[in-house]
Nanobody
Framework: QVQLVESGGGLVQAGASLRLSCAAS????????IGWFRQVPGKEREFVAA????????YYADSVKGRFTISRDNTKNTVDLQMNSPKPEDTAVYYC???????????????????WGQGTQVTVSS
């Protein structure tokens, strides 16, 4: 049974840093692209960043480009999201998702991911 677990969320001041981590059991993450998405109440889950299975390709939403960095450690079966200079508008529940197909490309579309974690709350205060 595949399970993804996000960690590292919390309350942070604008301009500080926060690092989220996504760990998996029941699936070898190194074979799958991983995406980070976020959601606020009343809105759809939106793309934040994605990384290819090898780690050689990364993609970011325009709103976080230059501030957030996605990375992976395939030896630890984890994918991290480093959030630098967060803004109050980054406040959301953050989810990681694993792509449907092995060795497939990363995607900005949430329908391309079949397993999700339970989410971790990130609150950025001004």
């Amino acid at each position: 049974q595949v399970q993804l677990v996000e960690s590292g969320g919390g309350l942070v001041q604008a301009g500080a840093s926060l690092r989220l981590s996504c760990a998996a059991s029941g699936r070898t993450l190194s074979r799958y692209a991983i995406g980070w998405f976020r959601q606020v109440p009343g809105k759809e889950r939106e793309f934040v960043a994605a990384i290819s299975w090898s780690g050689s390709n990364t993609y970011y939403a325009d709103s976080v480009k230059g501030r957030f960095t996605i990375s992976r450690d395939n030896t630890k079966n984890t994918v991290d999201l480093q959030m630098n200079s967060p803004k109050p508008e980054d406040t959301a529940v953050y989810y990681c998702g694993s792509s449907r197909s092995r060795f497939g490309p990363p995607s900005w579309s949430r329908v391309e991911y079949d397993y999700w974690g339970q989410g971790t709350q990130v609150t950025v205060s001004s």
